[in-house]
Each structure stands twice: as structure tokens, then as C-alpha cells.
């Protein structure tokens, strides 16, 4: 994914959660601490790891939740509260706790509703509650 592509799909994030009453606050230095956003909504404070990806896998999407090039680390509720993942083709997000992630990558599949990530799709209650 190119370095514009990610950028698009962070303002998108932004311009979503503005759009649903929650406020996303971004670090003035990327200093690689494991997230791009910081949400607020009623008190609440989450860390954002935006991720996008347009990579099939069969009937699903694969979904990188890792840091770095050569060696990949797992991000960790060390670095973050959640995965928003976008599914570009698709313009769904998935809103991911990181604590239910186990893997550098992961697989959404938007049309299964009984995947084991099927009730993140969209849940973007979870920044809110």
C-alpha cells in the first residue's frame, strides 16, 4: 500500500468519526509509538491504529496489524486500543479491539456473519461506549 493510499485512509477515519460525535486528535510528532489517532468521546481516550489494504484473500481481506519493514512486531495494547482497518474496494471499516488480535495479519471477510471479526465490522460504538 502506498504511502498517499494510508494517508487518504486516515483523513477518512478522521472525516467517519466526525461525522459520528467523536473527536480524533492527532500527534503533532510520528514518532512510531503504534498509533496514528487518538479519539475521544464522552471522556473516553482510545488509540487508533489505521491500517487499509485492497489484498484478497479468497473471499476475504488480509489486514496487516504489524510495525516495521524488515522485522514485523505485533502491535500490542502496548501501542494501541485498536485496529481501524478499511477495506478500500469494499468502503467498509472494521473497528478492532487489539487485545482480540493474535497475528501480524488478519483476515475480514465483510459477507460472513459469523467470522470471528464479523461484529467489528462497522462497530464503531466501540470508541463511543
Known sequence: ???????????????????????????????????????????????????STNTKENTGYRVSCSKGSSTKKRYTKDHCDFIAAYIIERKIWFIIPIDKIKSININVYPDKINHRYSKYNSAWHLLAS
Open 1 to 51: 500500500m502506498s504511502k498517499s493510499t494510508g494517508v487518504a485512509s486516515e483523513l477518512l477515519f478522521r472525516y467517519e468519526c466526525i461525522k459520528k460525535g467523536i473527536v480524533p486528535s492527532i500527534p503533532d510528532v510520528d514518532d512510531g509509538a503504534g498509533f496514528d489517532v487518538i479519539t475521544s468521546h464522552e471522556n473516553k481516550l482510545c488509540k487508533i491504529q489505521i491500517k
